[in-house]
């Protein structure tokens, strides 16, 4: 028995662990982020590669270029023109702490002690007992705080437009060589574990 639960442990160590990194280079499935591509002709595609918000900007589009080499070259061609390239930044803030939908943090304190000391005012259940601790004058416990920290999520999501073509590589900053792009790049693709 104690074996089963080492184990589970280090089962959910390890997807905690897969849950705090960067998005690595593959493709994605419904429920990950990575490169999607379509086809839109026999020799033009569209590619896109989103990042979860701990992968940062440049690799996201670090890893979209990747794609359009290596699918350039899966494809049996020697070059890819760049015809449109966009990132999209989506920002957002999410709250962290205690947070109730149900709660407009405005009330009436109406509560008073009586002859004995004993709060009175108050109906009974569990809002009486939370609102013992965070009135006024009470302690103010850490796990029904009222307040919470925000913090901002930021995620990237690099789409591009490719032409393939055969044969040399034309002298034009928006052609690529496929060949070179994956020799130069290859140092800094992460691949998933496993």
Not at 34 to 57: C, H, K, P, V
Not at 85 to 102: I, Q
Request: aromatic residues 16%; contains cysteine; charged residues 25%.
């Amino acid at each position: 028995m104690p074996t089963l639960k080492f184990t589970s442990a280090l089962a959910a160590l390890a997807l905690l662990g897969a849950c705090a990194t960067a998005t690595p280079y593959q493709a994605a499935t419904s429920g990950s982020k990575g490169y999607a591509n379509q086809q839109i002709e026999s020799d033009r595609w569209n590619i896109s590669f989103a990042g979860n918000s701990l992968t940062d900007r440049k690799t996201v589009e670090t890893y979209l270029l990747y794609r359009a080499a290596e699918l350039t070259d899966l494809e049996g061609y020697d070059y890819f023109r760049v015809v449109q390239r966009e990132t999209d930044e989506n920002r957002r803030l999410v709250a962290t702490g205690f947070y109730d939908p149900f709660y407009s943090h405005f009330h009436c304190d109406y509560r008073f002690y009586g002859r004995r000391g004993r709060l009175a005012g108050y109906p009974r259940g569990w809002y009486a007992r939370r609102a013992a601790f965070h009135g006024p004058f009470g302690y103010r416990d850490p796990f029904w705080y009222d307040d919470w920290d925000v913090r901002e999520v930021v995620r990237y999501e690099a789409t591009s437009e490719i032409i393939m073509g055969r044969g040399e590589t034309p002298d034009d900053p928006s052609f690529f060589n496929a060949d070179e792009v994956l020799m130069n790049l290859s140092g800094r693709i992460v691949r998933p574990d496993g």
